[in-house]
């Protein structure tokens, strides 16, 4: 167990052979805690229409140069099939924020769907946002067990740094939803963006131990990248990190030493990874991470859910790279 000095110092050294060490016993406390298999979630960004304005993403309300989607049900329940027909265990429903009746509504039908073809076994993750803790009973009921939900940063006046101050960002209903997410008994994913715009090493310190804090059962944390239609992009020359691989070199310390914080957790090889090397998240998966989630949703929709530029899988196909580790095809991949 690293204390906030600890991961200071290792967030701060510069030295290959401590980075390669510290993944390898990453690696050896995921497959001892979590086995050698890697588990699936098939990715279903089934709506980019969100009533949010967080000032790093390309599908805020603002941003009128995207334009706007909600897959129909029988688009969303194809994926899913095709997910179940490919042995994936899981599905992560992921969209824009909207709190609204119809959508809520829409979602829970979905969600009894999926569970029906798939005679319960096809596991629901949901990533909707924030909802208030009766939606997300709804949808708990309709069969969906786990929830993502990043705080994107641990600190409150970091926060608004990133999101406007207004009703619809606050950050302590942000870190109550996750709690929220916890008490109904989701399995409850959180996590943190790095490298953003005056971010100090402290930050991502701090970050890592409110994870362990929150006591999260999975997380999934990727490096900011800018978006060209958003306010942030302004401050992307105030980066800490320019060099590609330098923010890789970050993406596997971060995974490393949570993986050492909390040996039983799910933790996610995230695409974004993939945007800084294109073995990003093979060498994620090689320090610490067990848990994948290859892009499912269709072809044609793909390239509107841009919430960051040169998001990849966009125009190439999603067929599962080789991986230099067995698959766990057909399981859920509870930690709990
Ligand atoms: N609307 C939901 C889920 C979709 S956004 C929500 O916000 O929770 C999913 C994640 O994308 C966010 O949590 C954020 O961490 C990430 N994201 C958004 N813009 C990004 C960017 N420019 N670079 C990297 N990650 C970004
Ligand atoms: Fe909407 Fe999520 Fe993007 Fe914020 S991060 S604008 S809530 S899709």
Redesign the pocket.
């Known amino acids: 167990m690293f204390t906030r000095e600890e991961i200071i110092e290792i967030l701060t050294d510069e030295s290959d052979d401590n980075l390669s060490l510290l993944c390898s016993d990453a690696h050896r406390i995921r497959v001892e805690n979590r086995g050698e298999s890697i588990f699936l979630r098939a990715l279903i960004e089934f709506s980019n229409r969100?009533q949010k304005n967080?000032l790093?993403?390309?599908?805020r309300s603002s941003n009128i140069d995207t334009s706007r989607y909600i897959l129909s049900e029988d688009q969303i329940i194809d994926s899913a099939v095709k997910s179940y027909n490919s042995g994936y265990g899981s599905i992560v429903l992921?969209?824009?924020?909207r709190r609204d009746r119809e959508f809520i509504s829409f979602v829970t039908k979905v969600i009894k769907e999926i569970k029906r073809f798939s005679d319960n076994k096809l596991g629901i993750t949901l990533?909707?946002?924030e909802q208030n803790e009766e939606t997300y009973r709804e949808w708990f009921e309709a069969g969906a067990h786990r929830y993502l939900?990043?705080f994107?940063t641990s600190k409150e006046e970091n926060y608004y740094r990133l999101h406007p101050k207004d009703r619809f960002h606050s950050y302590s209903d942000r870190i109550n939803a996750i709690k929220t997410l916890k008490k109904i008994g989701y399995m409850t994913g959180s996590g943190f963006?790095y490298n953003l715009p005056n971010e100090r090493v402290e930050d991502i310190a701090d970050n890592l131990l409110f994870l362990k804090e929150l006591n999260v059962d999975m997380v999934g944390m990727?490096?900011?990248?800018?978006?060209h239609e958003t306010p942030l992009y302004e401050e992307r020359n105030l980066v800490r990190l320019k060099e590609k691989s330098d923010i890789m070199k970050l993406a596997l310390k971060s995974i490393a030493i949570l993986r050492h914080l909390m040996p039983h957790i799910n933790i996610a090889s995230t695409t974004?990874l993939q945007v800084i090397d294109n073995q990003g998240r093979e060498k994620a998966l090689a320090s610490g991470a067990n848990v994948l989630m290859p892009n499912l949703t269709p072809d044609t929709l793909r390239e509107n859910y841009s919430?960051?530029d040169n998001k990849p899988g966009v125009k190439e196909d999603s067929e599962l790279i080789s991986l230099p580790f067995p698959i766990a095809y057909n399981e859920c991949g509870d930690t709990i």
Do not use: D, F, N, V
Request: proline share 8%.
């Open positions: 969100c967080c790093y993403c390309g599908l992921q969209s824009g924020e990533s909707c946002g939900l990043r994107e963006m990727g490096p900011y990248i800018p978006h974004a919430i960051y």
